[in-house]
């Protein structure tokens, strides 16, 4: 026992994460709406209801971590300028919704619930702001350029139309970028406690982001019922060939939330 708490003790803070979060990863990936990016059956109204959310999360994270942006655990892995979304968000949703995008947005309960506890501990325990950073930024990194081809092809959106989320401009290497990010991570100065609270807080990002998912997907349900003539516009998909859509679904399911990979 003495000698597994010492390993535990000595594995770096990006593998401790991975291993507290494999569960929840797995969870996270058979979701309804993970499964339809894996399947490449994205609908148009799923992908913009997905972007709602997203704008949410990413404008409360970015807020959080510019307020805390010189604490000792964040300022080592603040990379605005390679990381932020909410940028990106807004320009797809400008391309999906039109010029009142804000007004037409919808988000779920659960998208509320995580930006309310990404602002809570941004108040008390800034450190924890890691977990988060960590499980989106780095996974949206990780699966961006193969899911955004899935949605791409499946709402037959032209090249980088309605998709610039899953660019990163400012980031050349991604492979070399998610190295850095690491070591940066695996070397903050943490007490035992900030450590725990950081892993705990991990398996809580990913619970939030499971949430989040089922309720956008609740949401598009009511929508559906509520517009039974729309149906048959949300559920024309652009089917990819299947080999394609065969590899694209075993790689995505890898690179879904992508922590694995991070």
């Known amino acids: 026992m003495d000698a597994q708490k010492t390993h535990t003790a000595e594995m770096d803070l990006s593998e401790q994460i991975k291993k507290v979060t494999m569960e929840s990863h797995m969870r996270a990936e058979n979701t309804e709406l993970m499964l339809s990016f894996q399947k490449g059956q994205v609908s148009m109204q799923q992908y913009k209801l997905l972007l709602s959310s997203l704008h949410e999360i990413y404008q409360t994270l970015e807020e959080e971590m510019d307020r805390n942006c010189k604490h000792p655990a964040v300022e080592p892995i603040y990379f605005p300028a390679e990381l932020a979304r909410l940028d990106s968000v807004q320009k797809d949703l400008e391309f999906f919704y039109g010029p009142g995008w804000k007004d037409k947005m919808l988000v779920p309960a659960e998208t509320r619930r995580y930006c309310d506890r990404l602002r809570q501990i941004g108040k008390e325990n800034p450190e924890y702001l890691v977990a988060h950073a960590y499980t989106r930024y780095l996974g949206d990194l990780s699966g961006g350029q193969v899911l955004g ?50 892993l705990e807080e991990a398996v809580r990002a990913f619970e939030h982001n499971i949430q989040v998912f089922e309720g956008v997907q609740k949401m598009l349900s009511v929508l559906e019922e509520r517009q039974p003539t729309s149906k048959v516009f949300l559920n024309r998909i652009v089917a990819l060939p299947t080999l394609l859509r065969m590899a694209l679904g075993m790689f995505v399911a890898v690179v879904t939330m992508g922590i694995w990979m991070l």
């Not at 998610?178 to 609270?197: D, P, T």
Request: hydrophobic share 40%; proline share 4%; aromatic share 10%.
């Open 149 to 198: 081809r899935v949605a791409q092809k499946s709402m037959g959106l032209k090249s980088g139309e309605g998709l610039s989320f899953f660019a990163f401009p400012g980031v050349s290497s991604p492979n070399l970028f998610k190295q850095l990010y690491r070591g940066r991570m695996n070397v903050l100065e943490l007490s035992q406690e900030q450590r725990a609270g950081v």
